[in-house]
């Protein structure tokens, strides 16, 4: 069974920094893209940051580009996000996700999700 | 960025109704679109990729169609499970991924 486990939120200033983590099981982590999607509260989804299998390829939404820093770890089955000069309009759930299949290029459409971890950037 | 238009934002119906859900791209994205359901509490689930192929383990009453511009979810008969959010997604000449705004299936 496919398990996602995000980690890392809280509570942060503006300006301040959070590293997400993503826990994956129950896959080869290493021959999927994955994928960091949010969530504000009571609002809709929005794509944020997505790597490719091999880490190589990296994509982001243009509202985070140069704040924020996807990367990953397939020997410790692990997904990160590195947030950085945070702000109000960051608060959100993050959720990791799994591309749906192993081909190369991802297909962009993503079959398992974490439960996902708060960030609330307030003073 | 491909923007994505859900309708209606709510649809009021009785289990056992046929649901009829839209999403409009701003421009073509070919078959490059997929469905998800979301229930309160609960992180998205697959339903439909590719305009209209079914993801593992979901039921023959939830169908997908369309191309280019125009798409349709259809759940043929509502199950009390059903009533949910959900949500169209563009994956055709990405980055970025966008999301449709969502739809309520609510209770009537």
């Known amino acids: 069974e496919v398990q996602l486990l995000e980690s890392g939120g809280g509570l942060v200033q503006p300006g301040g920094s959070l590293r997400l983590s993503c826990a994956a099981s129950?896959?080869?982590?290493?021959?999927?893209?994955m994928t960091w999607v949010r969530q504000p509260p009571g609002k809709g989804l929005e794509w944020v940051s997505s790597i490719s299998a091999t880490g190589i390829s990296t994509y982001y939404t243009d509202s985070v580009k140069g704040r924020f820093t996807i990367s990953r770890d397939n020997s410790k089955n692990t997904l990160s996000l590195q947030m950085h000069s945070l702000r109000a309009e960051d608060t959100a759930l993050y959720y990791c996700?799994?591309?749906?299949?192993?081909?190369?290029?991802?297909?962009?459409?993503?079959?398992?999700w974490g439960q996902g971890t708060l960030v609330s950037v307030s003073s | 960025e491909i923007v994505l238009t859900q309708s209606p934002a709510t649809l009021s119906l009785s289990p056992g109704e046929r649901a009829t859900l839209s999403c409009r791209a701003s421009?073509?994205?070919?078959?490059?679109l997929a469905w998800y359901q979301q229930k309160p509490g609960q992180s998205p689930r697959l339903l439909i990729y590719d305009a209209s192929n079914r993801a593992t383990g979901i039921p023959a009453r939830f169908s997908g169609s369309g191309s280019g511009t125009d798409f349709t979810l259809t759940i043929s008969s509502l199950e009390p499970e059903d009533f949910a959010l959900y949500y169209c997604?563009?994956?055709?000449?990405?980055?970025?991924?966008?999301f449709g705004g969502g739809t309520k299936v609510e209770i009537k």
């Open positions: 129950g896959f080869t982590f290493s021959s999927y893209a």
């Open positions: 421009q073509s994205v070919s078959s490059h």
């Open positions: 996700a799994k591309d749906r299949s192993l081909h190369v290029p991802a297909t962009g459409t993503y079959d398992s």
């Open positions: 997604q563009q994956n055709s000449n990405w980055p970025p991924l966008t």
